[in-house]
């Protein structure tokens, strides 16, 4: 079993910056990684993506203002979050394509208008 630890969330004002971090317990290499985010009564939504390879995809809300990356020794996955806006105010989870999918626990990311 693997565990993703997320860390990094909390209050943010509007246009500020934050980061994330997802922490894998794991020696198995993790070929994709991604971030998605989750408002009460929606979908979760994926919004950036990365491979061993360092391809990523972002969804077109953050694009520009939101950078993925990783870090294959370690098992991390980041998101740096810029120019932060009020609908950027959701739970945020670290999903690792690892053993048919894994889930982190998630964490919270309000940003206050």
């Known amino acids: 079993q693997v565990w993703l630890v997320e860390s990094g969330g909390g209050l943010v004002e509007t246009g500020g910056s934050l980061t994330l971090s997802c922490a894998a317990s794991?020696?198995?290499?993790?070929?994709?990684m991604a971030w998605y985010r989750q408002t009460p009564g929606n979908e979760r939504e994926l919004i950036a993506s990365?491979?061993?390879?360092?391809?990523?995809n972002y969804a077109q809300s953050v694009k520009g203002r939101f950078t993925i990356s990783r870090d294959n020794t370690n098992r991390r996955v980041y998101l740096q979050m810029n120019s932060l806006k009020p609908e950027d105010t959701a739970v945020y989870y670290c999903?690792?394509?690892?053993?048919?999918?894994?889930w982190g626990q998630g964490t919270q990311v309000p940003v206050s208008s």
């Open positions: 999903y690792a394509e690892i053993y048919g999918g894994t």
């Open positions: 794991t020696t198995h290499s993790i070929n994709y």
């Open positions: 990365i491979t061993t390879g360092e391809i990523t």
